[in-house]
């Protein structure tokens, strides 16, 4: 038991593995699929031609995010400051909701159709940027005022600057570039969970030593 807690914080970086696999496989099992105009989500949409290989990883994905994230929360608990703690608090629900979400609602085909299930699909995305968003402004409050976390409040402010640039860029971009866009909001917060995990794993460490 006490192994597996060891390697918990680790998970965080196996989501990410498990996450560009998904995108990997999608693309490779997608015949004609552009990843510069299409979406991610497109990979997994109820006719995609990927569908199963990149949802088997997508699931591998939110599964080891979501205990990643949990485990984060309870372990920093009031550990460092309130905002830390709220900040991964927002985290993992995000996480949750993401995992639940996308894999319940996928896109009923390639691009939008405006389904019911396409329009929960919007939902969830709406859910997961705002708790994103909240996350991090709290994760760069949180650590600068923790002076030997700075530079993971930069870290924060990084990823937030991406997500948000990502997202103004979606709207300005002609459309055959929205997958362009749209990677850059993704594929920042997906690394950004790799890194904070990596610095969870050598934090624990160097507290047990």
């Known amino acids: 038991m006490k192994k597996i807690v060891k390697i918990l914080p680790l998970f965080g970086v196996a989501g990410v ?9 999608g693309t490779l099992f997608y015949t004609g699929y552009n990843p510069m105009a299409q979406a991610i989500s497109d990979l997994t ?7 199963n290989i990149a949802m088997l990883f997508s699931i591998l994905y939110g599964i080891f995010t979501v205990v990643f994230s949990a485990y984060f929360f309870v372990y ?4 460092i400051n309130k905002c830390v ?3 991964a608090g927002f985290f993992c629900v995000m996480t949750i909701v993401s995992f639940l979400g996308y894999t319940f609602f996928p896109l009923s085909e390639s691009g939008y159709a405006g389904t019911f299930q396409d329009k929960m699909h919007a939902v969830v995305t709406i859910i997961v940027v705002l708790f994103t968003i909240i996350a991090l402004i709290l994760f760069v409050i949180g650590f600068f005022k923790t002076e ?3 530079h993971l409040a930069i ?6 600057l991406l997500l948000l640039t990502g997202s103004m860029l979606t709207n300005i971009l002609p459309k055959e570039y929205f997958g362009i866009a749209e990677r850059i909001s ?6 950004y969970t790799g890194i904070i995990s990596l610095w969870m794993y050598r934090y624990i460490k160097n507290q047990n030593t």
């Open 45 to 51: 949409a109820s006719n995609s031609p990927s569908k």
């Open 17 to 25: 593995v498990f996450y560009f696999l998904h995108v990997l496989f």
């Open 186 to 191: 993704v594929y920042s917060l997906i690394i």
């Open 148 to 150: 030997n976390l700075k």
């Open 155 to 160: 870290i924060s402010l990084c990823t937030f």
């Open 85 to 87: 703690t709220f900040g």
């Open 76 to 79: 920093f608990k009031q550990k």
